[in-house]
Every structure is written in C-alpha cells, then in structure tokens.
C-alpha cells in the first residue's frame, strides 16, 4: 500500500521541478530577446540622468503599482474563495445554475485584471 504523505511528497517535488523548468526556459528565451534588442555599437540611446528627485519619483512609483497589484490580487483571492465556496453549495443544491455561478466567479476574478491595468497605467508614467 503506498503512503499518501509520500506520494504528496513527490507531487510536490515533481510540481517545482516542472516549476523551475519553465522558469528556466523563459528566461532563456526572454535573455535571448534581451541580447537581440541592444542598439548597434557606436549608437547611444537618448535618455534623461537620473536624478535624486527622479529616483525618489520612480521609487513611489514602483511601490504604488505593486501595491495597485498586490491588493487587487489579494483581494481577488478573498472574493473567489467566498463566491466559489458559496456556489459550488449552491450548485450541489441545484445543479442548473453552474452557469450563473460560473459568472459570479468570473467576476470576481475582475480585480485582478483592475489591478494588473492600474499597475500598467502607473509604470506607463514612469
């Protein structure tokens, strides 16, 4: 008989080497994009120096847009647990309101993409 704490074990092992597989590749892939986007030699490209007050702009600015994220994934998470616990018993009771309930979930899963934008928008001013 195999041991389920084992088999969990494995799974788990099996899970972050995948993980880690995947990461490797794309950023193999994403590197190679890197590379490839250098200007050619001799060539500068035009930007303005950085500054102390630039830095502490664009510092503010990398914390509201994680912040922008963070919260809208968070809160997302909160509102799908919530939702999707409610219908799936809502669904065991009556089965044809799935579709509903799919919806309802789907909404909340909203926030995320609120929050992914805004992050966006704010990093698009920097």
Same mark, same amino acid.
């Given at each position: 008989?195999?041991?389920? =704490?084992?088999?969990? &074990?494995?799974?788990?092992? %099996?899970?972050?080497?995948?993980? %880690?597989?995947?990461? #490797?590749?794309?950023?193999?892939?994403? $590197?190679? &994009?890197?590379? @490839?986007? *250098?200007?050619? /030699?001799? *060539? /500068?490209?035009? *930007?303005?120096?950085?500054?102390?007050? &630039? @830095?502490?702009?664009? &510092?503010?600015?990398?914390?509201? #847009? @994680?912040? #922008?994220? $963070? %919260?809208?994934?968070?809160? @997302?998470?909160?509102?799908?647990?919530?939702?999707?616990?409610?219908?799936?018993?809502?669904?065991?009771? =009556?089965?044809?309101?799935?579709?509903?309930?799919?919806?309802?979930? #789907?909404?909340?899963? $909203?926030?995320?993409?609120?929050?992914?934008?805004?992050?966006?928008?704010?990093?698009? =001013?920097?």
């Amino acid at each position: 008989m195999s041991n389920p =704490k084992k088999n969990l &074990r494995n799974h788990i092992l %099996l899970s972050v080497f995948v993980l %880690l597989a995947v990461i #490797a590749i794309v950023n193999a892939v994403a $590197g190679e &994009r890197l590379i @490839a986007q *250098q200007p050619p /030699e001799g *060539q /500068e490209i035009s *930007q303005p120096p950085m500054t102390p007050e &630039r @830095a502490s702009v664009s &510092r503010f600015a990398f914390i509201a #847009a @994680a912040v #922008a994220f $963070g %919260l809208g994934a968070i809160g @997302a998470g909160v509102a799908i647990g919530n939702v999707g616990a409610a219908a799936m018993g809502a669904v065991a009771e =009556k089965p044809e309101i799935a579709g509903q309930a799919l919806i309802f979930v #789907a909404l909340a899963e $909203g926030l995320v993409v609120f929050g992914f934008i805004t992050a966006l928008m704010i990093l698009g =001013k920097v």
